[in-house]
């Protein structure tokens, strides 16, 4: 039998529409009957960051997301301070060490800001657990409930790659801002006249490093523990310049909702991006998450407007004529994409405009990837070298190619 697919309580909240998300994302229908990992879609990126209170205000400013809930020693929380982000369907938990003690403060130590769980909204935590440990996973956190005055979620949390974890939650008794905890709360910010309600709707995809040779374990941990099928590889000459390469396969839930790209490190002239990113981060880790919207372009003359910095492109990259023969028509003149710096890519199934921030913090790791699909399920295959091409100028600036 296929699942019919459904809008998540988050995406209906954001007042999204099924068919907009299906372009948003690329969802795709699926056999539900036999999952033994049904994974509703995301629940929260949780970050853990040197001053939780700046970021957060980073991201209400600067990227727009709304502030809706917090938690902190003003709430009994003394340990640290917490701050939940919407933008659309997307939750951003940006954590900051109170206690100098804290255990969140001796990862931020090791790996700078960067993403310590991908939580994950399922329908039945006691199944996915129990899966997950049959499967041979690491069960971090065995399941339990918590509850307040808005009703009560179940939990629980199985470790990945690195120091990341998966949270699995399901909310589905209750009706609070976040968890158990946490308090409403509202950004202090006044939006200008004219800005757009949001300047991105959805998480499409988040992308993991792992070091050499470890890219097919994690794979198949996807594979065995979560029920996630294979979705893409690109090895070789795909992903690969005259001097860095890397090997990447992405691995998503049925309905291709949730995505993770993994890539490895590859035997090259001078150090990749991937290498670069595990020597800094100290290890595996979450390098971009890529979120959706429906207006790349406006989206990107907001960013820019508000201090974010962009990898460039260069001009060679939309007057060669064989980009212009391969992508054919896109929705907006090439010329207004090549003066915003915009990626276009073409395959079967369509096409999609896709940009990559430079990394967000001090420590050349995580960055952010802006992607509006057009029919497209792809991750911009025809756009890998150019990509890397950019990233290796930024590496070689930093001294680190």
Not at 58 to 69: K, P, S
Not at 99 to 115: E, F, I, N
């Amino acid at each position: 039998m296929t699942d019919t697919l459904n809008l998540t309580p988050d995406e209906r909240d954001a007042e999204l529409d099924l068919n907009q998300l299906k372009q948003l994302v690329g969802l795709v229908e699926y056999d539900a009957a036999t999952d033994r990992f049904p994974v509703t879609g995301w629940d929260a990126i949780v970050f853990d960051v040197g001053n939780a209170t700046m970021t957060a205000n980073y991201y209400q400013l600067v990227w727009g997301m709304d502030l809706v809930a917090y938690a902190g020693p003003e709430t009994g929380q003394r340990d640290h301070k917490s701050f939940v982000l919407k933008s659309g369907s997307i939750r951003f938990v940006i954590n900051g060490a109170v206690d100098p003690d804290s255990v969140l403060a001796d990862h931020h130590r090791r790996h700078g800001d960067g993403v310590i769980d991908i939580a994950l909204e399922v329908p039945d935590v006691d199944k996915c657990i129990e899966q997950a440990r049959r499967a041979g996973a690491t069960v971090l956190v065995e399941p339990h409930d918590a509850s307040d005055e808005h009703g009560t979620v179940r939990t629980a949390a199985i470790a990945t790659y690195g120091e990341t974890r998966h949270t699995l939650v399901d909310r589905s008794r209750y009706d609070g801002p976040y968890l158990p905890g946490y308090r409403p709360a509202e950004s202090s910010r006044v939006r200008r006249p004219g800005e757009p309600k949001r300047l991105f709707q959805a998480l499409d995809h988040i992308v993991g490093n792992v070091e050499l040779g470890r890219m097919d374990e994690w794979v198949g941990f996807y594979n065995k523990v979560m029920g996630f099928v294979n979705m893409a590889e690109f090895v070789g000459d795909d992903i690969a310049t005259d001097y860095s390469a890397l090997m990447s396969k992405v691995v998503a839930n049925g309905n291709h909702r949730v995505k993770f790209p993994l890539n490895e490190p590859a035997v090259s002239k001078h150090k990749s991006q991937i290498d670069e990113y595990l020597e800094f981060y100290r290890g595996p880790g979450a390098q971009h998450l890529a979120v959706a919207t429906n207006d790349i372009l406006a989206t990107v003359d907001a960013l820019r407007a508000n201090g974010v910095e962009f990898l460039d492109t260069p001009d060679s990259y939309y007057e060669d004529p064989e980009l212009r023969a391969r992508i054919g028509e896109v929705r907006v003149p090439i010329e207004e994409l090549q003066s915003r710096g915009i990626l276009v890519d073409r395959d079967e199934d369509g096409y999609l405009l896709q940009i990559f921030t430079k990394p967000l913090g001090d420590r050349p790791t995580v960055f952010f990837e802006l992607i509006e699909r057009h029919g497209s399920l792809g991750f911009g295959k025809g756009n890998f070298k150019a990509l890397f091409e950019a990233i290796e100028r930024e590496q070689e600036r930093r001294g680190n190619l």
